[in-house]
């Protein structure tokens, strides 16, 4: 692989109780990007409860897997690699001899995380990953569930309980009924769910993630991405019940998830389960983040931990994509001028999501104009971002579609306006229509739009041209300003300074 220019990736090796993962990024970043992702089901943690031992079969495919990996990130010239262990290796009386042979064929040193520790991380990544989270994030393994408290940047102490799908199938010896009663007991004194009542529970880990891609399919649910999925508790109750009750091949969409997993799928929804019967969340949030991206979250400075994750992961969008990466700013700062002068107010979260969407303007100018609407609403639904939302995924997807495609276009992508708000879908074609007086008037370069503001009032939308920018006026200009103000229900004039 070529090296980018002025980055230096990392990677992660974990080795888990029931597979074996290396992740590469392109860098360290507050919003990393995965370059390469592969795992090995391994079930290193398989009959660990019964017998105390790493299972022989699992302990080969482990160092196999690891010697590949060693290789790999020598293909791609990755120096710094990080590798930890958790709770299968941490258990087993065997695991101080496989860690041995582990570091002879990862080559490098492997930390033996505590559960506590495992915890700690977990927190981190969801930190790092979804904007202001409230609640208590769960990380289901192989051999163990994590629980720790998280509000805002604080996090509470974690714990460890033995209920990984492979420690409690092996536990209850395959008994679904069994394994609820071992969960119940095991959770009926964890700490961080006592306050839980009316708060979101971030699932983290594989097992759960199936459950809820499994949940997406049956809904039929407009958008692909894992991450900030959320299920109401309800119906989330509902859902965990029939999972338990009747054979994994028989659910709809079962193709969606791995052969290794499929045998887990009742065990992690005996958990979910018993978590939602005795802490009573709000809601079930998917965190495709966990520990992997926290001690990458753990190596940043104060500042850049501050960063917002998702304008920091659309200005790399911009960077890469956008003919002129720094316009994606001065849109920002133009269009909140004229917000700010408008009747449409805006919270926190809608500036922040109109800042990424002016970020994001410009990265599908290199495809056919039939197909950039498609292609920036792909960018925006599919891409690997964080912070964000569901319903904020939808609203800067269809903002881009309104942007390229006209402020008609919303028939076709019905789907996504489901997501939506009638707030969020005015607010989303307003910034289209914005988009599209910026665009004309500046061609995506930076340097015009500071000199040409754009504002509302005594019932007029006013974009203002400086005498030496009078030439950029045209009647395609006033016709998309034109159609911006019957948006808002104000005239649109051009007035040019003499």
Same mark, same amino acid.
């Given at each position: 692989?070529?090296?980018?220019?002025?980055?230096?990736?990392?990677?992660?090796?974990?080795?888990?109780?029931?597979?074996?993962?290396?992740?590469?990024?392109?860098?360290?970043?507050?919003?990393?990007?995965?370059?390469?992702?592969? %795992?090995?089901?391994?079930?290193?943690?398989?009959?660990?409860?019964?017998?105390?031992?790493?299972?022989?079969?699992?302990?080969?495919?482990?160092?196999?897997?690891? %010697?590949?990996?060693?290789?790999?990130?020598?293909?791609?010239?990755?120096?710094?690699?990080?590798?930890?262990?958790?709770?299968?290796?941490?258990?087993?009386?065997?695991?101080?001899?496989?860690?041995?042979?582990?570091?002879?064929?990862?080559?490098?040193?492997?930390?033996?995380?505590?559960?506590?520790?495992?915890?700690?991380?977990?927190?981190?990544?969801?930190?790092?990953?979804?904007?202001?989270?409230?609640?208590?994030?769960?990380?289901?393994?192989?051999?163990?569930?994590?629980?720790?408290?998280?509000?805002?940047?604080?996090?509470?102490?974690?714990?460890?309980?033995?209920?990984?799908?492979?420690?409690?199938?092996?536990?209850?010896?395959?008994?679904?009924?069994?394994?609820?009663?071992?969960?119940?007991?095991?959770?009926?004194?964890?700490?961080?769910?006592?306050?839980?009542?009316?708060?979101?529970?971030?699932?983290?880990?594989?097992?759960?993630?199936?459950?809820?891609?499994?949940?997406?399919?049956?809904?039929?649910?407009?958008?692909?991405?894992?991450?900030?999925?959320?299920?109401?508790?309800?119906?989330?109750?509902?859902?965990?019940?029939?999972?338990?009750?009747?054979?994994?091949?028989?659910?709809?969409?079962?193709?969606?998830?791995? /052969?290794?997993?499929?045998?887990?799928?009742?065990?992690?929804?005996?958990?979910?389960?018993?978590?939602?019967? *005795?802490?009573?969340?709000?809601?079930?949030?998917?965190?495709?983040?966990?520990?992997?991206?926290?001690?990458?979250?753990? *190596?940043?400075?104060?500042?850049?931990?501050?960063?917002?994750?998702?304008?920091?992961?659309?200005?790399?969008?911009?960077?890469?994509?956008?003919?002129?990466?720094?316009?994606?700013?001065?849109?920002?700062?133009?269009?909140?001028?004229? /917000?700010?002068?408008?009747?449409?107010?805006?919270?926190?979260?809608? =500036?922040?999501?109109?800042?990424?969407?002016?970020?994001?303007?410009?990265?599908?100018?290199?495809?056919?104009?039939?197909?950039?609407?498609?292609? !920036?609403?792909?960018?925006?639904?599919?891409?690997?971002?964080?912070?964000?939302?569901?319903?904020?995924?939808?609203?800067?997807?269809?903002?881009?579609?309104?942007?390229?495609?006209?402020?008609?276009?919303?028939?076709?992508?019905?789907?996504?306006?489901?997501?939506?708000?009638?707030?969020?879908?005015?607010?989303?074609?307003?910034?289209? !229509?914005? /988009?599209?007086?910026?665009?004309?008037?500046?061609?995506?370069?930076?340097?015009?739009?500071?000199?040409?503001?754009?504002?509302?009032?005594?019932?007029?939308?006013?974009?203002?041209?400086?005498?030496?920018?009078?030439?950029?006026?045209?009647?395609?200009?006033?016709?998309?300003? %034109?159609?911006?103000?019957?948006?808002?229900?104000?005239?649109?004039?051009?007035?040019? =300074?003499?």
């Amino acid at each position: 692989m070529t090296e980018p220019q002025g980055k230096t990736p990392v990677a992660i090796v974990d080795i888990g109780s029931n597979s074996v993962r290396l992740v590469a990024y392109e860098q360290l970043s507050r919003a990393p990007t995965p370059i390469f992702n592969e %795992k090995a089901m391994c079930a290193l943690g398989k009959g660990v409860v019964v017998n105390g031992r790493l299972a022989e079969d699992g302990v080969a495919k482990a160092l196999k897997a690891l %010697k590949r990996f060693r290789a790999l990130c020598d293909t791609m010239h990755i120096a710094d690699v990080t590798v930890i262990a958790t709770a299968a290796a941490r258990d087993a009386a065997n695991g101080p001899a496989f860690l041995d042979a582990a570091r002879a064929a990862i080559g490098r040193d492997i930390a033996l995380l505590s559960g506590g520790r495992e915890a700690e991380l977990s927190a981190l990544g969801v930190l790092s990953s979804i904007h202001n989270p409230d609640g208590v994030v769960g990380d289901l393994g192989g051999g163990s569930l994590e629980l720790i408290d998280v509000a805002g940047a604080r996090r509470g102490k974690g714990v460890t309980l033995p209920l990984g799908g492979l420690a409690l199938m092996d536990a209850s010896k395959r008994s679904p009924r069994d394994a609820s009663r071992i969960a119940r007991k095991a959770l009926a004194d964890a700490a961080p769910l006592a306050q839980l009542r009316g708060r979101a529970f971030y699932a983290v880990g594989g097992t759960w993630r199936a459950l809820a891609k499994l949940h997406m399919r049956q809904r039929n649910y407009p958008l692909d991405v894992m991450h900030n999925y959320r299920i109401q508790t309800s119906e989330a109750a509902d859902f965990l019940a029939l999972v338990e009750r009747i054979d994994s091949a028989a659910l709809d969409d079962i193709s969606s998830v791995s /052969m290794a997993r499929r045998p887990l799928l009742a065990y992690g929804a005996v958990v979910l389960d018993e978590i939602i019967r *005795r802490a009573k969340p709000k809601e079930i949030v998917v965190s495709a983040a966990g520990v992997r991206e926290g001690l990458l979250y753990e *190596r940043l400075s104060v500042a850049e931990r501050a960063a917002d994750p998702l304008l920091s992961a659309a200005r790399d969008h911009a960077r890469l994509l956008a003919r002129a990466p720094a316009y994606g700013d001065e849109l920002a700062q133009w269009t909140g001028a004229f /917000m700010g002068s408008s009747e449409l107010d805006e919270t926190t979260e809608e =500036k922040r999501l109109r800042h990424a969407g002016c970020l994001l303007s410009d990265v599908a100018w290199r495809a056919h104009p039939d197909y950039r609407a498609l292609q !920036a609403t792909n960018i925006v639904t599919h891409g690997a971002f964080v912070g964000v939302d569901h319903p904020g995924r939808a609203f800067l997807a269809l903002a881009m579609v309104f942007r390229h495609q006209g402020l008609e276009s919303e028939q076709e992508y019905a789907a996504l306006r489901s997501l939506l708000t009638t707030r969020q879908l005015i607010r989303a074609r307003v910034l289209a !229509a914005a /988009m599209r007086v910026a665009y004309l008037l500046s061609a995506s370069m930076p340097g015009v739009l500071p000199t040409t503001p754009l504002r509302c009032g005594a019932g007029r939308l006013t974009l203002t041209l400086p005498a030496a920018r009078a030439d950029l006026g045209s009647d395609r200009l006033l016709n998309r300003l %034109k159609a911006l103000g019957r948006l808002l229900g104000l005239e649109a004039v051009v007035e040019t =300074k003499r």
